[in-house]
């Protein structure tokens, strides 16, 4: 009699980012808009870990997470480079982050969602190139309709722009973290997780 051991798969390594990526993605979500805590994935075990307790008023104001198998690595950079007229930006080693909206509560993290990119913000932060791609939940009946972030409403723009100029403050701290060098949208979102994507494969494809 055989014994199978059940796994659960890796949220970075273990799931694809997407039969028609980088057009639809598949999005793991690490932090909702309920949350009072900021988890972030552990990349060694896969599983959520808390990176702080929100100390002070800073709410994401969708849901957040990461695209599976992609990094932010030399080809991620070399455009935010090229785009930026930038030098000596690197990658920061994570995998790309998502922002997607939807106008459904969702009370929990941990779970994967269909999302297309409509944009996206080209973020700097510590000389690192750190993109936002900023989705919608495909076929969510309020934001699926949406297909570039030119369409979006500008106060819903400007609110995940607050948000990631902000989320790293700290009270008493003068100079400014994180800077958006620019607002993109869907073709160049696309550029993005597609170099997102080749970034991962050199890395871990070669390492395997």
């Known amino acids: 009699m055989q014994h199978h051991l059940q796994y659960t798969l890796h949220p970075w390594h273990g799931v694809s980012a997407g039969e028609n990526a980088p057009h639809i993605l598949t999005a793991f979500i690490e932090i909702v808009p309920t949350d009072t805590v ?7 075990s896969g599983w959520l870990k808390v990176d702080r307790p929100q100390l002070y008023s ?8 990461f695209i599976p198998q992609t990094l932010c690595d030399e080809s991620v950079a070399a455009y935010c480079m090229r785009q930026s007229g930038r030098a ?16 459904k509560v969702f009370p929990n ?26 989705a919608v939940m495909k076929e969510d009946a309020v934001y699926g309709r949406y297909t570039d972030l030119k369409q979006l409403p ?4 400007n609110r995940l722009r607050h948000y990631f100029l902000t ?10 973290v994180v800077e958006i060098d620019a607002v993109y949208g869907a073709a160049e979102a696309a550029e993005i997780v597609q170099r997102s994507m080749n970034d991962y494969k050199k890395r871990f494809n070669e390492a395997k």
């Open 88 to 103: 000596n930006i690197r990658g920061d080693q994570d995998p790309m982050d998502i922002l997607v909206l939807s106008e």
């Open 58 to 65: 800073n709410i994401v104001p969708a849901l957040y997470g």
């Open 167 to 176: 989320y790293k403050d700290m009270p008493g701290q003068q100079k400014q």
């Open 154 to 157: 500008e106060e819903i723009v």
């Open 38 to 44: 900021k988890y972030e994935i552990d990349k060694k």
């Open 109 to 134: 993290s941990g779970f994967l969602l269909q999302a297309v990119p409509v944009g996206g913000f080209r973020m700097i932060d510590k000389g690192e190139a750190d993109d936002k791609i900023i």
